[in-house]
Nanobody, 115 residues
């Protein structure tokens, strides 16, 4: 059974940094992309960053230049390095793995940016 477990969220001041991790257990076949989504209160879930199976990356305009997605295949883990955090980055962040057959989701980790 596949499980995705996120960690690394927390409270940080504006301008600070956090690194989120998403560790996957189990085997997933035909992975198309590894993604980070976020959902702020009262808003729809949005795609923040993606790393495609070939290694290319995509980012939401709101985080370009501040967030970096990466993966460690040996550890079956995907990361989201978040720098220069802003209050509007406050949300629950979800790890997602999109395969040919289905999507897998983590439980989410809260990120709060506040002074």
């Amino acid at each position: 059974q596949v499980q995705l477990v996120e960690s690394g969220g927390g409270l940080v001041q504006p301008g600070g940094s956090l690194r989120l991790s998403c560790a996957a257990s189990g085997t997933i076949f035909s992975i198309n992309a590894r993604n980070w989504y976020r959902q702020a209160p009262g808003k729809q879930r949005e795609l923040v960053a993606a790393i495609i199976s070939g290694g290319s990356t995509n980012y939401a305009d709101s985080v370009k230049g501040r967030f970096t997605i990466s993966r460690d295949n040996a550890k079956n883990t995907v990361y989201l390095q978040m720098n220069s955090l802003k209050p509007e980055d406050t949300a629950v962040y979800y790890c997602n793995i999109a395969s040919r057959f289905r999507d897998y989701w983590g439980q989410g980790t809260q990120v709060t940016v506040s002074s």
